[in-house]
T-cell receptor, first 113, second 110 residues
Framework: AQSVTQLGSHVSVSEGALVLLRCNYS??????LFWYVQYPNQGLQLLLK????ATLVKGINGFEAEFKKSETSFHLTKPSAHMSDAAEYFC???????????WGAGTKLIIKP | SQTIHQWPATLVQPVGSPLSLECTVE??????LYWYRQAAGRGLQLLFY??????ISSEVPQNLSASRPQDRQFILSSKKLLLSDSGFYLC?????????FGPGTRLTVL
């Protein structure tokens, strides 16, 4: 069965520093991959998605993620953190033709001033 | 464009009382619909999903139930709430692979 691992339940970075949130999936077949962001007491918002068109995917708010098949990874990055990036981030994967998503446990991003 | 609504936004209910949370989607037809729960400090737990009217799949056995009386309406219910039902309930829809989420309902059971 598919699984998604997000390394680190909490990640703390200084404002202006690089943000790196890690996500690894278990499938041997390249699936669809997603990153979502959740601000406190709000629903999840799609940040970006990988659908096999390009390995480097750009999303909203300056975030991007790179799909690496050999490492089964889809890490999320942002060159310079802003205070407004403080939120919880979820990685998810779906199989082709399967309308369910397998979710990671989430990573809470903390931005230090 | 598509929008998804959930209500109420916040709910405080006593143990043993009934529950009804409603989710509606606008701007799309025949969506897949999902109910998730986030308990404090925990990730997303899929509770139910539906691929069509009257078609409900349950992912976790519990005292909750779901119904889909209309194409774009999804209802989460309980006859008797437990303390462990407290959490943040999210409805989502999809027409392809990605899911789009509603604003959520914060349920506190006392």
């Amino acid at each position: 069965a598919q699984s998604v691992t997000q390394l680190g339940s909490h990640v703390s970075v200084s404002e202006g520093a690089l943000v790196l949130l890690r996500c690894n999936y278990s499938s041997s077949v390249p699936p669809y991959l997603f990153w979502y962001v959740q601000y406190p007491n709000q629903g999840l918002q799609l940040l970006l998605k990988y659908t096999s068109a390009a390995t480097l995917v750009k999303g909203i708010n300056g975030f991007e993620a790179e799909f690496k098949k050999s490492e089964t990874s889809f890490h999320l990055t942002k060159p310079s953190a802003h205070m407004s990036d403080a939120a919880e981030y979820f990685c998810a994967v779906s199989d082709l033709g399967n309308y369910q998503l397998i979710w990671g446990a989430g990573t809470k991003l903390i931005i230090k001033p | 464009s598509q929008t998804i609504h959930q209500w109420p936004a916040t709910l405080v209910q006593p143990v043993g009382s009934p529950l009804s949370l409603e989710c509606t989607v606008e701007g799309t037809s025949n969506p897949n619909l999902y109910w998730y729960r986030q308990a404090a400090g925990r990730g997303l737990q899929l509770l139910f999903y539906s691929v069509g009217i009257g078609q409900i799949s349950s992912e976790v056995p519990q005292n909750l139930s779901a119904s889909r009386p209309q194409d774009r309406q999804f209802i989460l219910s309980s006859k008797k709430l437990l303390l462990s039902d407290s959490g943040f309930y999210l409805c989502a829809w999809s027409g392809g692979n990605e899911q789009f989420f509603g604003p959520g309902t914060r349920l506190t059971v006392l």
